[in-house]
């Protein structure tokens, strides 16, 4: 791919796949998994279906998890990689039943990819379901009351089968907001139904709408790295040529999305790829079996060059880049508030001494915290939380500003998905 292509930013806009880009206002809703809950739509993403007696067989060829373990109604996050042990898609595996698994995520296309151009008594088909995500404090108390049971004893990454509002709910506890959560899946013919059965559910317990807006701060705040946002899929070189012809000739609308912006500049697009060690995934990666991408990859686990981090951004540097606004003279870019949402990856240079040691992604401002942060994969070495560094902000060719940042643990909200609800 030319890079000059790479950098031709879309027009901005707040996605529309959450729904509106707010309900309230996205501070209110930005709250909300700290205080009550909220209720946010997923149901854009892929899911497809996979069935027959190679379906673990063709996961684990393809995946860096082990299945040896991966019980009926279990869910993993999983992940692909190419040779080169760089990601090209993750996403959620949920295992129906001794030979039937759903996929949820880009990783899908892949998959079945796989499948097509391999040996394997397995049938795929694409499936549509709603992905309704309730996460906060009283996520489990509004999902209790939605579907007239307990749910106490679902373990974290485990599936809970019930009925909302007339329909067959899976009930995945998972949490990507870094709190209590819950992913509630079922057929997309019945979705408003059973949304407008969890807001009914939710009103005493203060659920909120979660807009476009506020959609990714719990993944800054919780340390969720998001294809596009923070890396580019591996699907460009020449050794993906012809996934890339299928891939784009498929979903052309996904594929013209692959844009970059921001301070950082690479001699090529393998620059913005990323592998699952340095995003934080490392002990997903199972060295129990061969799959793509393994030898590359048992090399990065035993010395990583790179881990994520958070970085907190200097108040008062970033406070200017706004002033230049109202300043005589050219203006720094603008930081949108609470970040960018204009699917494509915003990645700036990090320095320390003058050297760049990272690159940072997923800039965004936390109301809860009332600081702006941002992702990082950092050099190990100036990992140390507490390390000061330097962000340059601004697109090449435009005026850049210096921010002063922290480095500051990855997740830098508690991590409370494993809370005992037995309690709560």
Same mark, same amino acid.
């Given at each position: $791919?030319?890079?000059?292509?790479?950098r031709?930013?879309?027009?901005?806009?707040?996605?529309?796949?959450?729904?509106?880009p707010?309900?309230?206002?996205?501070?209110?809703?930005?709250?909300?998994?700290?205080?009550?809950?909220?209720?946010?739509?997923?149901?854009?993403?892929?899911?497809?279906?996979?069935?027959?007696?190679?379906?673990?067989?063709?996961?684990?060829?393809?995946?860096?998890?082990?299945?040896?373990?991966?019980?009926?109604?279990?869910?993993?996050?999983?992940?692909?990689?190419?040779?080169?042990?760089?990601?090209?898609?993750?996403?959620?595996?949920?295992?129906?039943?001794?030979?039937?698994?759903?996929?949820?995520?880009?990783?899908?296309?892949?998959?079945?990819?796989?499948?097509?151009?391999?040996?394997?008594k397995?049938?795929?088909?694409?499936?549509?379901?709603?992905?309704?995500?309730?996460?906060?404090?009283?996520?489990?108390?509004?999902?209790? /009351?939605?579907?007239?049971?307990?749910?106490?004893d679902? #373990?974290?990454?485990?599936?809970?089968?019930?009925?909302?509002?007339?329909?067959?709910v899976?009930?995945?506890?998972?949490g990507?907001?870094?709190?209590?959560?819950?992913?509630?899946?079922?057929?997309?013919? #019945?979705?408003?139904?059973?949304?407008?059965?969890?807001?009914?559910?939710?009103?005493? =317990?203060?659920?909120?709408?979660?807009?476009?807006r506020?959609?990714?701060?719990?993944?800054?705040?919780?340390?969720f790295?998001?294809?596009?946002?923070?890396?580019?899929?591996?699907?460009?070189?020449?050794? $993906?040529?012809?996934?890339?012809t299928?891939?784009?000739?498929a979903?052309?609308?996904?594929?013209?999305?692959?844009?970059?912006?921001?301070?950082?500049?690479?001699?090529?697009?393998?620059?913005?790829?990323?592998?699952?060690?340095?995003?934080?995934?490392? /002990?997903?990666?199972?060295?129990?079996?061969?799959?793509?991408?393994?030898?590359a990859?048992? /090399?990065?686990?035993?010395?990583? #060059?790179?881990?994520?981090?958070?970085?907190?951004?200097?108040?008062?540097?970033?406070?200017?880049?706004?002033?230049?606004?109202?300043?005589?003279?050219?203006?720094?870019?603008?930081?949108? $508030?609470?970040?960018?949402?204009?699917? =494509?990856?915003?990645?700036?240079?990090?320095?320390?001494?003058?050297?760049?040691?990272?690159?940072?992604?997923?800039?965004?401002?936390?109301?809860?915290?009332? /600081? $702006?942060?941002?992702?990082?994969?950092?050099?190990?070495?100036h990992?140390?939380?507490?390390?000061?560094?330097?962000?340059?902000?601004?697109?090449p060719?435009?005026?850049?500003?210096?921010?002063?940042?922290i480095?500051?643990?990855a997740?830098?909200?508690?991590?409370?998905?494993?809370?005992?609800?037995?309690?709560?």
């Open positions: $791919m030319n890079m000059h292509d790479l031709r930013t879309p027009p901005g806009y707040f996605t529309s796949r959450w729904g509106q707010e309900y309230t206002d996205w501070q209110d809703e930005s709250l909300s998994w700290k205080e009550t809950c909220y209720i946010g739509d997923w149901s854009f993403l892929w899911e497809r279906r996979f069935k027959g007696p190679d379906v673990l067989k063709l996961l684990s060829d393809v995946s860096v998890n082990s299945f040896e373990k991966f019980a009926v109604n279990q869910s993993k996050h999983v992940i692909h990689t190419t040779e080169a042990g760089k990601i090209i898609a993750e996403g959620i595996a949920t295992r129906l039943s001794d030979d039937e698994v759903m996929l949820f995520g880009r990783g899908t296309f892949w998959v079945d990819y796989k499948l097509r151009h391999g040996n394997y397995v049938i795929s088909k694409p499936d549509d379901w709603f992905n309704f995500q309730v996460s906060g404090p009283t996520a489990i108390h509004v999902v209790e /009351k939605a579907c007239g049971q307990s749910l106490r679902v #373990k974290f990454m485990h599936n809970g089968r019930v009925q909302i509002a007339g329909c067959d899976l009930a995945l506890r998972q990507m907001a870094g709190e209590i959560g819950y992913e509630l899946q079922g057929d997309i013919a #019945k979705s408003q139904e059973v949304y407008q059965a969890i807001m009914e559910a939710g009103k005493e =317990f203060g659920i909120r709408q979660l807009g476009g506020t959609a990714f701060i719990n993944h800054l705040e919780a340390c790295p998001t294809i596009v946002t923070d890396y580019l899929p591996a699907i460009f070189g020449e050794d $993906m040529k012809d996934y890339l299928e891939f784009k000739s979903m052309p609308a996904f594929a013209s999305t692959f844009n970059v912006a921001g301070s950082f500049e690479g001699g090529d697009i393998s620059d913005w790829y990323r592998n699952p060690v340095e995003l934080g995934w490392g /002990k997903r990666v199972v060295l129990d079996h061969d799959f793509i991408g393994r030898e990859l048992e /090399k990065e686990v035993v010395a990583p #060059k790179r881990t994520i981090r958070t970085l907190v951004w200097n108040a008062e540097d970033v406070a200017d880049v706004y002033a230049s606004l109202f300043r005589g003279g050219p203006s720094y870019d603008f930081m949108e $508030m609470p970040r960018d949402q204009r699917g =494509f990856m915003y990645a700036d240079k990090v320095l320390k001494d003058g050297q760049i040691v990272g690159v940072t992604t997923s800039r965004g401002y936390s109301y809860s915290f009332r /600081k $702006m942060l941002s992702l990082c994969t950092i050099d190990v070495q990992a140390e939380p507490g390390t000061e560094v330097t962000v340059v902000w601004g697109n060719g435009h005026p850049q500003k210096q921010i002063r940042a480095v500051a643990p997740p830098y909200k508690q991590d409370n998905r494993r809370a005992d609800v037995a309690v709560v």
